[in-house]
T-cell receptor, first 109, second 114 residues
Framework: RKEVEQDPGPFNVPEGATVAFNCTYSNSASQSFFWYRQDCRKEPKLLMSVYSSGNEDGRFTAQLNRASQYISLLIRDSKLSDSATYLCVVQEYGNKLVFGAGTILRVKS | DAMVIQNPRYQVTQFGKPVTLSCSQTLNHNVMYWYQQKSSQAPKLLFHYYDKDFNNEADTPDNFQSRRPNTSFCFLDIRSPGLGDAAMYLC?????????????FGPGTRLTVL
């Protein structure tokens, strides 16, 4: 079983749509959680941290369910520029981050 | 601007010919990482330095070595590249002591093995 699992997609959505990505992780001792964004042939960049209480940053909302070991990302009012791969990332012991393989989002006009 | 720089951006080598990838940072972060990312896969941690302390992942092949001569620089040496080592190699940095380990990535070096 993979440590961090994501639906690879691709999710093809029209501009303005709302889209949700899910992620599950296997290590119940995981400490912190993040969503990173990776554009084609570029490096990953931090999109947002994920907190137990849920958090929002503009059009993006992240949720964490520790009991179910489940993380989600909701994107409202999708823009063409949101097209990218979204990586679910879990911080385990010390400095180690474990990355999911990513979910591809394609927003079309 | 403070940043993570990787050179070269593209590297072509021959099967079995040693290659060195470099990473430098101006963020003054004490932790540096090397990841391997193959197409449509997650970045896979090879090893990291916590200050001068080297931490190797258990499944990183012996073919991969690293050096960190000072805080700013870190090198990835592939002693005998095989076809399966063709990938994007990402360097990242972070600062220990923060509750959340945000890592800052360089643009990567794409390695081709002929």
């Amino acid at each position: 079983r993979k440590e961090v699992e994501q639906d690879p997609g691709p999710f093809n959505v029209p501009e303005g749509a709302t889209v949700a990505f899910n992620c599950t992780y296997s290590n119940s001792a995981s400490q912190s959680f993040f969503w990173y964004r990776q554009d084609c042939r570029k490096e990953p960049k931090l999109l947002m941290s994920v907190y137990s209480s849920g958090n929002e940053d503009g059009r993006f909302t992240a949720q964490l369910n520790r009991a179910s070991q489940y993380i989600s990302l909701l994107i409202r009012d999708s823009k063409l520029s949101d097209s990218a791969t979204y990586l679910c990332v879990v911080q385990e012991y010390g400095n180690k981050l474990v990355f999911g393989a990513g979910t591809i989002l394609r927003v079309k006009s | 601007d403070a940043m993570v720089i990787q050179n070269p951006r593209y590297q072509v080598t021959q099967f079995g010919k040693p290659v060195t990838l470099s990473c430098s940072q101006t963020l003054n972060h004490n932790v540096m990482y090397w990841y391997q990312q193959k197409s449509s896969q997650a970045p896979k941690l090879l090893f990291h330095y916590y200050d001068k302390d080297f931490n190797n992942e258990a499944d990183t092949p012996d073919n991969f070595q690293s050096r960190r001569p000072n805080t700013s620089f870190c090198f990835l040496d592939i002693r005998s590249p095989g076809l399966g080592d063709a990938a994007m190699y990402l360097c990242a940095t972070s600062r220990e002591g923060l509750e959340r380990n945000e890592q800052f990535f360089g643009p990567g070096t794409r390695l081709t093995v002929l």
